[in-house]
């Protein structure tokens, strides 16, 4: 009876161990297998910043990829300065010399390297980062409202170097919505002119006096762009 019950016990047993499976992992398929890099539609787009018109820009620019990851971008449009809310309408005191700044137009042209750093997609889709170098120029008019001196033009001029942290996703096929801030350096130099009343020859005259405003400054931006995408 004991030898019946051991040879049906050892039965059982290597019945159990045959009924389960072995499942073996060779891990290092998946180790050399590479990531397969997300292709990108569009290798360039045509854009224009919404927001950058209270800096007074009409901000155009156009990117175009240049390799895998990168990209170079240009941007270029006129410029506004001094731009308000309404027009002035008090009343000027003709004896006494009163100056104003008029709006006038101007430009300013940037150029930008973008990197896509991400391993899932290419150049144009996602996460950059990206130096770029603008410069802006801004014109205004200086106008004595008494008429005792003739209008004077001014400039202001500015050089900037930032470097820019952005996302650019693709709403849908052809459209693109790019978000982007960044911080840097920056040379500024601009002049005012002020009404100087100067006695000469036993009478007081009028004339221009100049200021003159330059130097170096830290400089940040932020804002969005939306564009239309090309193949």
């Known amino acids: 009876m004991k030898k019946i019950f051991l040879v049906l016990t050892l039965f059982s047993s290597y019945y159990s ?12 398929e998946y180790k050399d297998k590479e990531k397969e890099v997300k292709l990108n539609d569009n290798t360039q787009a045509f ?7 209270l800096a ?24 506004i300065s001094n731009i308000g809310l309404g027009i002035n309408s008090h009343y000027i005191d003709p004896t006494v010399p009163t100056v104003t700044e008029k709006s006038g137009m101007g430009f ?15 150049a144009l889709n996602r996460f950059y980062v990206s130096p770029i170098i603008k410069y802006k120029l801004l014109n205004s008019t200086y106008v004595d409202e ?15 170097f930032y470097f820019n942290f952005g996302y650019q996703i693709w709403a849908s096929k052809s459209f693109c919505v790019d978000f982007y801030g960044g911080v840097g350096i920056g040379y500024r130099s601009y002049a005012e002119y002020r009404s100087n009343s100067v006695f ?8 221009w006096a100049k200021v003159d405003h330059s130097g170096a400054q830290y400089v940040a931006n932020i804002g969005l ?4 995408g090309l193949e």
């Open 146 to 160: 008494s008429g005792y001196l003739n209008p004077m033009k001014s400039s202001d001029s500015r050089v900037n």
């Open 47 to 53: 854009k224009y910043a919404p927001l950058n018109i």
């Open 200 to 207: 000469v020859d036993n009478e007081w005259k009028n004339e």
């Open 108 to 122: 300013f042209t940037e150029f930008g390297y973008r990197y896509y750093p991400l391993d899932a997609t290419e």
């Open 56 to 79: 007074g820009e009409i901000n155009f620019s156009y990117e175009k990829q240049v390799s895998l990851k990168g990209s170079v971008e240009i941007g270029i449009g006129p410029t």
């Open 17 to 28: 161990v045959a009924q389960q499976e072995v499942l073996i992992i060779d891990r290092g």
């Open 225 to 228: 762009k939306v564009g239309i």
